[in-house]
């Protein structure tokens, strides 16, 4: 501080107030600071401006302290770690509070505990009668409080109320009371709000809150009812986090309790309602713990709807462990149970469901049994059953390969699911045309059922949901070429899988990302994802197969074998693999990647008579399905045939039409590569220009994906032709992000920061963040020198084209 005060004594210095952030710009200052793509980290920034409120000071202690802890890591030249939910409050700032509360009077400290206490809600009367002090006591001792720097005064309906200058500030002070203390004051906190009696319904969570953390061991009905009522509260609005831990509190309780009875009816139902919602998490061991319990407390009730219904709830959650055989076997008995009580709606229920368990298995009665459930819920005409019914019938289509099918019943069962009200049937019907139109390459109606998707799983409140949804992106970002935001992505995917038991899911989000470790030479952690995605798979075992997650695993392996250059072993387990997905009949997924790599592996050995007998099958498939991709690797095919022919130029035609395909699907990694052996193909026909050309293009996309191998080679191509390869810093590889190529063209025209700022709808603090970035990553000091620099490294192009426009 006395330094701070004779630096402003002297002219040099001025103090500049540093505002909070907003939203917005803290999701700028983020991205730019790490290098992330915005999408990437906007769930964490809303988790940071949530806890920070964008105070600039207590941000950079934040991530800091991430940083400091490993939370937050680098690994390569990406940080991961932005799962996060939750973290200390870091110790600089800790010890800041409590030095100001170690300067306050006896009273004014016990206020600020109970405040901290209450932490919401904090009025004056509530103040009053938790401190115990009387009305000038506590007027002086919150005046000390405003004075410190902790409290401010509020109006809270026509009273007087109080909240902390900051969250951090409260759970500083809060972590520092000792347990004893906290669990005497929430006590207290709780009876003076059971004590004012009105509007309970809008209390429950925070009498639920502070009775069972002021619990002193002694199980009081009292307690429970709230826990119960609270959870059941907050599971209506489908606040799943909020309601697992108030119903897992009274259960727990509950079962202490030698007479439920004295806790009413509220409790009634506590294990079913807790079941729902650990299923709603992805929480399915547990779910299906609760069920187990609440289906014997329902047998020995004779209740036999309520069976059926649970049956049909452990046959869901047995489904998405990938318990096939469980899942059959609850359908079974739910089914025998739901149509002796005369539950048509429950019984059309458990048939769609058994028959997509056995369209997972690749069972051929699978679409016999959805159409049983379709007959069912048209008698009934039940528009919440023919829904579930033609999703079903669209998910086979899907893999079986009759696009039009999948749209028609698509369609039906997205009307169907709006009338009746199904948000969950409705993301289903929708994710399902996602997954097909981005297999079919049809990207922009794939996007636009993402979309929906999304908003769907946000409106549903559903953690699962955004992560099946997350899969479509990640995969597509595998097979464009956006490797960065794949990787972010893809990590975080398999974090959360981990986290929601996605055992289903888990081993196709590990193969996606692979294939991009693969891609950019990362081996180890490739085939460490492979072999994972593997044994999660079974597809070492000797069946039945969960088709869903096999033939990805065999996609995943036989990927690893052809990056190892073990190209016979690479099309032994690609035919395995091809040989499961043509038995089940779901060809979709030996056109997509895994009949590719059996062909690359052809390919290298030069074995026309292989790569023509895959082509073949490609083209049959293809033809059927409407597929670009397998007639874009057809005239890969041909290529190779008329090469062979001693027909070079032929060769070369056909070659750069293959890229162009794949690049339409777009199926850049494979078009790019393809376009590398065009390059050679095009200097022994001695079109070097041509030949240059293509590897300048090639080299500039192998420097954007980070592909280290690939553009190793390219490299290696252009000092075979007597060429310098082109800097990787230079006009072919600036390594600038999408916005920071932005303000540097911008930078380029002579534009001001806040001129930029209008640009591009930031601020100009945040373009500011950007440019130190690009000075550091470049080596320059200046914006004269980041123009002269790009002009003079050839990047005279980059000025002039337009840029891509980012997600921020």
């Not at 319904?201 to 709230?226: I, W």
């Amino acid at each position: 501080a006395e330094v701070e005060r004779l630096l402003l004594d002297l002219p040099v210095a001025a103090e500049v107030p540093v505002g909070p952030l907003s939203r917005e710009e803290c999701l700028d200052l983020v991205a730019a600071t790490f290098a992330a793509e915005p999408d990437v980290v906007r769930d964490f920034v809303g988790w940071l401006f949530e806890r920070t409120r964008g105070n600039p000071f207590f941000m950079a202690e934040v991530l800091g302290s991430l940083v400091q802890s490993g939370r937050l890591r680098r690994e390569g030249d990406r940080w991961m770690g932005w799962d996060v939910s939750y973290a200390e409050v870091p110790a600089s700032i800790r010890e800041g509070v409590e030095a100001r509360l170690r300067a306050l009077g006896e009273r004014a400290g016990e206020v600020a505990a109970v405040a901290a206490v209450m932490s919401r809600g904090v009025t004056h009367a509530r103040l009053r009668a938790v401190s115990g002090l009387n009305e000038l006591e506590l007027v002086e001792a919150v005046e000390e409080l405003e004075v410190a720097g902790i409290l401010r005064e509020a109006e809270q309906g026509g009273g007087i109320a109080y909240e902390f200058t900051h969250p951090l500030v409260q759970e500083s002070i809060y972590a520092g009371l000792g347990l004893a203390r906290t669990r005497l004051l929430h006590r207290r906190v709780a009876e003076v709000l059971e004590a004012e009696g009105s509007a309970e319904d809008e209390r429950l969570e925070e009498l639920a809150y502070h009775f069972s953390r002021g619990d002193d061991g002694q199980v009081a009905p009292r307690v429970v009812h709230y826990l119960c009522a609270a959870g059941r509260q907050a599971a209506a609005r489908r606040a799943d986090r909020e309601a697992a831990r108030f119903l897992r509190a009274a259960a727990d309780r509950l079962e202490a309790m030698p007479d439920r009875s004295a806790v009413g009816e509220v409790c009634a139902g506590l294990e079913e309602t807790l079941a729902r919602v650990y299923q709603r998490l992805g929480r399915y061991p547990l779910a299906a713990r609760y069920w187990t319990r609440a289906l014997a407390d329902a047998e020995g009730g004779g209740d036999a709807p309520r069976q059926a219904r649970i049956h049909l709830r452990l046959a869901q959650a047995a489904y998405w462990e990938g318990r096939y055989d469980a899942a059959l076997e609850a359908c079974a008995r739910g089914i025998e149970v739901a149509e002796g009580a005369g539950q048509d709606a429950l019984e059309a229920h458990l048939h769609t469901l058994r028959g997509i368990c056995l369209q997972a298995l690749g069972r051929d009665e699978a679409e016999a049994e959805m159409l049983a459930a379709l007959e069912l819920a048209e008698r009934i005409a039940d528009p919440r059953a023919l829904a579930r019914a033609h999703r079903a019938l669209m998910i086979l289509h899907t893999w079986t390969g009759h696009a039009d099918r999948v749209r028609e019943h698509g369609a039906r069962a997205i009307e169907l699911a709006r009338r009746g009200g199904d948000r969950n049937v409705e993301f289903w019907a929708t994710w399902a045309l996602a997954v097909m139109e981005g297999l079919l390459g049809d990207i922009p109606t794939m996007e636009r059922h993402v979309a929906v998707c999304e908003r769907l799983a946000d409106e549903l409140r559903s953690p699962v949901l955004r992560l099946w949804t997350q899969e479509v992106v990640i995969e597509h970002a595998a097979a464009s070429g956006d490797w960065d935001r794949g990787i972010a992505l893809g990590e975080r995917a398999v974090a959360d899988a981990r986290d929601h038991g996605q055992t289903a899911l888990l081993p196709r989000l590990l193969v996606w990302v692979a294939l991009i470790y693969l891609g950019r030479g990362d081996t180890e952690r490739g085939e460490a994802y492979v072999d994972e995605a593997w044994e999660l798979s079974g597809a070492a075992g000797e069946g039945p197969y969960d088709i869903h997650r096999v033939v990805p695993a065999h996609i995943g392996r036989a990927a690893l074998l052809v990056h190892q250059r073990r190209f016979r072993e690479a099309i032994d387990v690609g035919e395995r693999g091809l040989a499961i997905a043509e038995h089940s009949g779901y060809v979709i997924w030996a056109l997509h990647r895994l009949l590719p790599h059996i062909a690359e592996a052809y390919f290298w050995l030069n074995d026309v008579d292989g790569a023509r007998a895959i082509g073949e099958r490609m083209r049959r498939y293809s033809e059927g399905l409407g597929h670009r991709l397998g007639n874009a690797w057809t005239l890969g095919f041909q290529a190779l045939e008329v090469w062979h022919r001693g027909d070079p130029k032929g060769g070369a035609v056909l070659l750069r039409q293959a890229a162009e395909a794949l690049e339409a699907v777009p199926m850049i990694p494979d078009a790019v590569r393809l376009r590398r052996q065009l390059a050679g193909r095009l200097a022994d026909i001695g079109d070097r220009e041509g030949a240059l050309a293509e590897l300048r293009h090639v080299h500039r996309i192998f420097v954007r994906m980070g592909a280290e191998g690939e553009l190793k080679k390219t490299r290696d191509q252009f000092r075979e032709l007597g060429a310098r390869p082109p800097s990787l810093g230079g006009s072919e590889g600036l390594p600038l992000t999408d916005r920071e190529l932005e303000i540097a063209r911008l930078v380029a025209a002579h534009k001001s920061n806040k001129a930029i700022a209008r640009e591009l709808g930031i601020s100009p603090r945040t373009v500011g963040t950007h440019l130190s970035n690009i000075f550091q990553k470049l080596d320059l000091h200046s914006r004269d020198e980041l123009a002269d620099y790009l002009r003079e490294s050839g990047a005279q192009a980059l000025l002039d084209l337009p840029i891509p426009p980012t997600a921020d």
